[in-house]
């Protein structure tokens, strides 16, 4: 019997897309959309963003080294976080599940990100009970001691948690502690999924 759902953010709660960000970069400074990303992986800066490590205005300045840009703190934010688009779990489901389960939140995320999600899609955040942040608790999906702290914050076993992400390596992540795992695709499906283990919001 299922006690808690835990959801992914990113492409699961509300969808996002880094190529927006590298699209309004690209004319700020001298590298493509395309290469940004290249340059930014072989910096490792964003993984340490992610993991707590460097601080946001440290990322920041960081950020415009590498990438050869003049812009202030406030502005490269808003660029930063300009990769969210719509919402794909509605507000009603969140609701109805924090009802009947505790609802944690579990994402690799970064406090810049964090801070936009807050004020703008608050009304959804404020149904989980717990968030587990990849930037709070120092590790990173599929890393065990996120998950580890996941299923802490729960307050159940790890087989009586349900998980859905979009990506298969951190579900696996989830299986191998013993969480019930399925990959997120679409509302429809994860719908279908936790109506077949009886989990109900309405």
Known sequence: ??????FDLGKVLIHFDFRL???ALEGLCPYSAEEIPRKLAGSG????FETGLV???????????????????????AIWSSIFTEVLIPEEMLAGLARNYRLVLLSNTNALHFELLQANY????????????SFEVKAMKPEEAI????????????????????IPAYV???????????VFHSRAQIEEELRARGILWR
């Not at 019997?1 to 835990?6: E, N, Y």
């Not at 440290?58 to 590498?66: H, P």
């Open 172 to 182: 696996e992540g989830a299986r191998r502690m013993g969480i019930d795992g399925v």
């Open 21 to 23: 960000g590298y699209r």
């Open 45 to 48: 800066l964003v993984e340490r």
């Open 55 to 77: 601080e946001s205005r440290d990322f920041v300045e960081q950020m415009c080294r590498i990438l050869d840009l003049k812009l202030d703190y406030d502005r490269f934010c």
């Open 122 to 133: 608050g009304h959804l955040l404020r149904h989980f009970h717990s968030m587990v942040l």
């Open 1 to 6: 019997m299922h006690k808690a759902i835990l």
């Open 147 to 166: 998950f580890r702290a996941a299923v802490e914050r729960a307050g159940c076993l790890p087989e009586e948690c349900f998980y859905t992400d979009d």
